[in-house]
């Protein structure tokens, strides 16, 4: 009988390392470097959307097995939700920068992409899977 239950956080070490190490380094290199010119400010958007992406991978890997409220989490569940935090850093450095951000934003974004998270998860489970 095999285990249904999430994937354990260190199937996800590889690519978080294949991420995060070159992210760091870029945005490392960006910060100390670089004049932030135009294509210098959205390569460090890229940057710190990768960074943030690949270092939650674990963190997010390790939540989903220990918080379960639709049951076990899937890889492409970890990778989804990872991509959603780093989106998340992403767009509120960039809201940051052009002085737009406030608290209420920053948690009315945080809330619409948790729900569109609950709403795909919950579609998930309610759709038919065969069994295999």
């Keep these: ?13 590889p690519i978080s390392l294949i991420l995060a190490i070159p992210g760091w380094i870029l945005l490392i290199y960006l910060v100390t470097q670089t004049v932030p010119e135009l294509g210098n400010r959205w390569l460090f958007y890229a940057a710190i959307f990768i960074t943030i992406t690949g270092s939650s991978f674990p963190a997010v890997a390790y939540l989903n097995r220990i918080i379960k409220p639709f049951g076990p989490a899937n890889y492409e569940i970890v990778i989804r939700e990872g991509i959603m935090i780093g989106l998340y850093t992403a767009i509120l450095l960039w809201l940051n920068k052009g002085q737009v951000l406030s608290f209420g934003l920053a948690l009315i974004l945080a809330v619409g992409l948790i729900l569109v998270e609950l709403l795909i998860r919950l579609r998930n489970r309610s759709a038919w899977h065969p069994e295999a």
Excluded: A, I, W
């Design 1 to 13: 009988m095999e285990d249904k239950g999430s994937p354990p956080v260190k199937t996800f070490l």
